[in-house]
């Protein structure tokens, strides 16, 4: 089945800590995308990558770190300097085309206490 | 001024009814428009996907886009149950900026 795969489905962790979320996917897309959406907020593009070993910074890419070393990969790197880091991530792909229609993964729900 | 607007709701249908999902935007220039659905706790499903303005159906599902009001639309005939979700819009103009609504909640009782 070709799809994309998030990892873990909920994730806990310790202020100060640096959590890595990953996300794979086997549809052949150039691009890909990490989205954060907070309750009653729409989603808020954080990186993308349009290439392999390149990547650029969203709306909101302060406080995260990602890295695009193989195609089918682009993990999310949430670091301690992100403030309210509290929120469920969503990652997408799609074609490197204008208007490509974007496809999401299941989602991570990370809670940082 | 947000870029895309989208009235939250929630808005709660009988079974069967038709039901219609708004959104207004701002930039003339987008000419992709996307309508997602979200079940809770999942990611968004890509539903309908609309070029420049005109309607498109699939199913129980239509899309409408008014360029000239800056408008986009999602109609749900016969709504089931099973239809109850967040619907989100989202627009383009370009290949990687998706800006999206903040999503409207939809209840669909039986």
């Known amino acids: 089945d070709g799809g994309i795969t998030q990892s873990p489905k909920y994730l806990f962790r310790k202020e100060g800590q640096n959590v890595t979320l990953s996300c794979e996917q086997n549809?052949?897309?150039?691009?890909m995308y990490w989205y954060r959406q907070d309750p009653g907020q729409g989603l808020r593009l954080i990186y993308y990558s349009q290439i392999v070993n390149d990547f650029q910074k969203g709306d909101i890419a302060e406080g995260y770190s990602v890295s695009r070393e193989k195609k089918e990969s682009f993990p999310l790197t949430v670091t301690s300097a992100q403030k309210n880091p509290t929120a469920f991530y969503l990652c997408?792909?799609?074609?490197?085309?204008?208007?490509?229609?974007?496809?999401f993964g299941p989602g991570t729900r990370l809670t940082v206490t | 001024q947000k870029e895309v607007e989208q009235d939250p709701g929630p808005l709660s249908v009988p079974e069967g009814a038709i039901v219609s999902l708004n959104c207004t935007y701002s930039n003339s220039a987008f000419q992709y428009f996307m309508w997602y659905r979200q079940y809770s706790r999942k990611g968004p499903e890509l539903l309908m996907y609309?070029?420049?303005?005109g309607n498109k159906e699939d199913g129980r599902f239509t899309a409408q886009v008014d360029k000239s009001s800056k408008y986009i639309s999602l109609f749900i005939r016969d709504s089931q149950p099973s239809d109850s979700a967040t619907y989100l819009c989202?627009?383009?103009?370009?290949?990687?900026?998706?800006?999206f609504g903040k999503g409207t909640s939809l209840l669909v009782t039986p």
């Open positions: 989202a627009t383009s103009n370009s290949g990687y900026a998706l800006n």
């Open positions: 997408a792909s799609s074609a490197w085309d204008w208007g490509a229609e974007q496809y």
């Open positions: 609309t070029y420049s303005s």
């Open positions: 549809l052949n897309h150039d691009a």
